[in-house]
């Protein structure tokens, strides 16, 4: 168990996109949040307390967790004075990188003298079954996205809140390293072996009551030539009902790929749902979730308007101005 609250971590991250680890944190549960480590050079700022690793002590922290999900997951040489001398103060440190603490020998045995833990949370630790297709009872909802990065887990969990308050039966399904921190448990998919992927999703997402919505976490994006096979897995073994279509409109490339544009919305339902309608021929695309922080309010509100109309779907920034439309969509299915 990973003890909280949570010094968060963000070394030396370019930018806010790479710090999303942390950002899910401070937006999501705050009250672990105590405050922020950064190095020099790093472009992320969650407008926390700058703390070093004294004071992140003295103010409660228990568990220094890594904030940043760089490309390829690696655990930066940079980083490793601040993480040993953390152990070495009594922090845990919790990591959702590809690159594991547990293969670094020098955090190994500084966790070891200290007796300090280390985390992993990618590492899967449930030998999955592959997908068997079988329906399952209960209702299911994915979050798809014309790229990486724009808001699937947001939606999701904005969703969940407000379908919880509303008196409805409906659970948050982690699948990514930042869900699994935030609520203690889920499967992180992009670290389960290719054949087992779809299946873990059956696995997270088991037969319930028949008014029940599981909402999946998304990952990756269909039109992503890196990440495009965790989407697949999701859409596949998810068996969704509902799918929620996901964009970040000012984005001029996809995340991580200059070369590579960002699909319209009509091209993602209409690559998207043929695909789900594979594993459960009754899913249906119910509305669309606008990503809209690097716009002032009046032009999202003006992008979202014409959205909707364009797309003859609900249309909101769930995380800025509440799902309510996405969940009357699923209310009434």
């Known amino acids: 168990m990973i003890e909280t609250p949570y010094l968060l971590f963000l070394g ?3 930018d806010m996109l790479a710090a999303k680890v942390a950002i899910g944190i401070r ?3 705050p009250d672990h949040a105590v405050g922020q480590l950064r ?4 472009g992320a700022d969650l407008g926390l307390a700058e703390m070093d690793l004294r004071a992140g002590r003295e103010a409660g922290a228990k568990t220094l967790v890594i904030g940043v999900a760089n490309r390829g997951g690696v655990i930066s040489a940079a980083w490793k004075d601040v993480l040993i001398e953390a152990l070495g103060m009594g922090y845990d440190i919790a990591s959702g990188l590809h690159n594991l603490l547990r293969d670094e020998p020098e955090l190994v045995a500084a966790a070891n003298e200290h007796g300090r833990a280390l985390h992993d949370v990618r590492v899967p630790s449930v030998q999955y079954p592959i997908a068997n297709g079988v329906k399952r009872t209960g209702k299911r909802c994915l979050a798809v996205g014309t790229d990486c990065s724009v808001g699937k887990m ?3 969990m904005a969703m969940e809140r407000d379908m919880v308050a509303r008196g409805m039966k409906a659970t948050f399904r982690a699948t990514g390293q930042t869900g699994i921190l935030i609520t203690g448990g889920g499967v992180p998919l992009d670290a389960v072996i290719a054949d087992f ?5 059956e696995y997270l997402s088991p037969d319930n009551d028949a008014d029940h919505w599981d909402l999946i976490e998304g990952q990756g994006s269909l039109f992503h030539v890196s990440y495009s096979g965790v989407t697949m897995a999701l859409i596949h073994g998810g068996q969704p009902d509902a799918l929620i279509l996901c964009h970040e409109p000012t984005r001029a490339h996809m995340r991580g790929l200059p070369d590579y544009t960002p699909p319209s919305l009509e091209t993602l339902r209409d690559t998207a749902l043929p695909l789900a309608q594979v594993a459960n021929p009754a899913c ?10 690097h716009m002032d309010e009046a032009d999202a509100r003006d992008y979202l308007e014409k959205t909707s109309k364009r797309m003859d779907l609900p249309a909101t920034d769930p995380y800025r101005f509440g799902s309510k439309p996405l969940v009357d969509a699923l209310a009434a299915m």
């Not at 190095?39 to 790093?42: E, T």
């Not at 992927?197 to 999703?201: F, L, V």
């Open 154 to 156: 947001y939606t999701a």
């Open 12 to 14: 030396d991250a370019p």
């Open 39 to 42: 190095l020099a050079g790093c």
């Open 284 to 293: 249906k695309v119910v509305g669309i979730s606008v990503n809209t922080q």
């Open 27 to 29: 937006d999501w549960r």
């Open 197 to 201: 992927m779809a299946g873990s999703i």
